[in-house]
Every structure is written in structure tokens, then in C-alpha cells.
């Protein structure tokens, strides 16, 4: 307190609560909240133990993989089924065959999807609806149903057993789901944008790749990984349509090591390990333009 003749001055120091310290309400714990969390932890032992399982056996040596009592921690591992997968087959030559494969048919079906969806997203004509419902369709039609017509054109175009034969029918596949789905991408995207673009001199192709594309790149990263996902895992139409080991993909490779009399547990289980690591790997390093990608189409401004 400060007093100057009449004037009196009262000076206050204003204190500011920390919100480090400040006491935190206890979390309520609640009987639905441990049965979520006990069910979601049950389901991802379920879910990670067959990934587990796969990977111990292959690193376990061909005597034990089936020995008694069970090992879940291999006493002694073994790089044996690694080496013998590349010693006695062209394993090497199969990861660079479906490499290729889902690449380029992943690459080229996101490129046709994203002009298709495009077209379909921003402009209106007879038979939209139809070719919407058409593509949708596709999806629910099993693949073996068009499998006699589709190895007889492949056969007289000189196409069975090669790589570009394989790539034309994987883009194909993968056209419709990624044109649905980068469809709903575009109509996120206000339209003022290309608009300003074209007014500012640009072609629509010019505002497309260089306006919207940019803005699109979660979305259209996304549609590639599916595309390169299904690509890479598809077995039926691969296993059908390559018929030697230098045109062969991963998962008919896979399928060679199941005989009739015997099943080679071990290097299956490498190639198992070695196959699944550049999906994860992929998803990895691309799983925040995913879920950018996944829920940029969701609402619709």
C-alpha cells in the first residue's frame, strides 16, 4: 500500500495458476472401458500371432520345426531356410517379377483412375449413373467367373506367360476401385480452384496437374498402395496365366512350395517373411498419406 498525500495506490500481484500442477481429475474406470480394452488387446494377439508364428519357423532349423514339445523362442536360430530359399530356387528372380508387375500396373491403373474420376467428378453426361454402378459391380464379380474368356483372348493376343500380359490384366482390375475412390477426392476439391487456374491462362489439363493434383497427392498416393497391395498379393489370375519360373510372381511361388506328399514349412515361411516385409514397410512410411488420403474424401464441404 503506497499513500502520496490524497492519492491512494494499491498494488496487486495477479498470479497465474499452473496448469502443469494443477490437480488432474482421477479417470473414472469404468467396466466397459476394461472390456473394450481387454477385447481389443485380445484381438491383436490374435491378429499378430500368425505373423509371429511365421516368422519363428523360419528361423528355426528344418529338425525342429516340427519338434515336440513346441518352441514359441527358438533355442538355436537359423538362417537356413533363407539361404536354401535362394540356393535352390529363383526366389530373387520372383520378388523382382512381382515388383515390376505391381509397380507398373499400380502406377498406370492411379494415372487412368485419376483422369477417368475426374472426368466423371466435374463433368455431366448420359450414362454417369450406369458407368458408376458398373464399376461398383466389377468389384462384386469373383475373378474366376471371367477366367476361360479372359486366358482365351490372352492366348491369341500371345500374352500368356508375360510380364506385360499379367500387368494389362492387374490394371484392369484395379481401375474401378481406384476411380470410385479418388472420384470422391475430386469432389472435395472446390471447384474454384481450377477455375482461378484456367482463368490465370492454364489448360484443363494444365489446372489438373498442376493445381489439383497437388492439392489430390494424399489420395492419389493411397490409391497407388492399394493398388500395389492387391497387385502384389494376387494369386488365381498369376498362378493361371504364368506358367514358367522366369515370368513367375511371389505368390505363385509360394503356392510351389505345397506338394503333394509333403509341404517345406520352412522356406515357405521365409518366403512368407520376405514377402509381407515391403507391404509393411510400404505402409510404414506412407501411413500418414494414407489416412490423409483415406479421409480427405469422407466429407464433402
Do not use: H
Not at 492519492?7 to 473394450?36: F, W
Not at 530359399?85 to 500396373?105: K, R
Not at 503356392?255 to 515361411?269: K, L
Request: aromatic residues 12%; contains cysteine; charged residues 10%.
Amino acid at each position: 500500500m503506497t499513500i502520496t498525500g490524497t492519492t491512494v495506490t494499491e498494488t496487486r500481484r495477479l498470479t497465474v495458476p499452473d496448469i502443469a500442477k494443477a490437480p488432474r481429475p482421477a479417470r473414472k474406470i469404468s467396466v466397459g472401458g476394461v472390456i473394450r480394452v481387454v477385447g481389443l488387446a485380445l484381438w491383436l494377439v490374435i491378429t499378430l500371432f500368425p505373423l509371429y508364428w511365421i516368422a519363428l519357423t523360419s528361423f528355426k532349423s528344418p529338425g525342429t520345426i516340427n519338434s515336440f514339445p513346441i518352441e514359441y523362442w527358438p533355442s538355436e536360430p537359423s538362417f537356413v531356410n533363407y539361404v536354401s530359399l535362394f540356393q535352390q530356387s529363383s526366389f530373387g528372380v520372383f520378388l523382382a517379377n512381382s515388383a515390376i508387375v505391381a509397380t507398373v500396373a499400380g502406377a498406370v491403373a492411379t494415372l487412368i483412375a485419376l483422369l477417368s474420376a475426374y472426368v466423371i467428378a466435374r463433368f455431366e453426361f448420359r450414362g454417369k449413373g450406369t458407368v458408376l454402378v458398373a464399376f461398383l459391380l466389377t468389384q462384386m464379380i469373383p475373378a474366376f467367373i471371367a477366367l476361360g474368356p479372359l486366358y482365351s483372348m490372352m492366348t491369341d493376343l500371345g500374352l500368356v506367360d508375360t510380364k506385360p500380359g499379367l500387368i494389362l490384366v492387374y490394371i484392369a482390375i484395379c481401375i474401378p476401385f481406384s476411380t470410385v475412390m479418388l472420384r470422391g477426392f475430386f469432389e472435395n476439391v472446390p471447384d474454384a480452384l481450377e477455375e482461378a487456374a484456367m482463368i490465370d491462362g492454364c489448360s484443363r489439363f494444365g489446372a489438373l496437374f498442376r493445381v489439383l493434383v497437388p492439392v489430390m497427392t494424399p489420395g492419389i498416393i493411397a490409391a497407388f498402395i492399394f493398388n500395389f497391395v492387391n497387385c502384389w498379393n494376387e494369386l488365381f489370375l498369376s498362378v493361371v496365366l504364368m506358367n514358367t519360373d522366369e515370368n513367375r510372381t511371389v505368390p505363385s511361388a509360394l503356392n510351389g512350395f505345397i506338394s503333394t506328399f509333403n509341404i517345406d514349412w520352412g522356406s515357405m515361411s521365409a518366403a512368407a517373411v520376405l514377402t509381407i516385409l515391403p507391404t509393411m514397410v510400404m505402409f510404414a512410411l506412407a501411413s500418414r498419406w494414407i489416412v490423409q488420403g483415406l479421409t480427405a474424401g469422407a466429407v464433402k464441404e
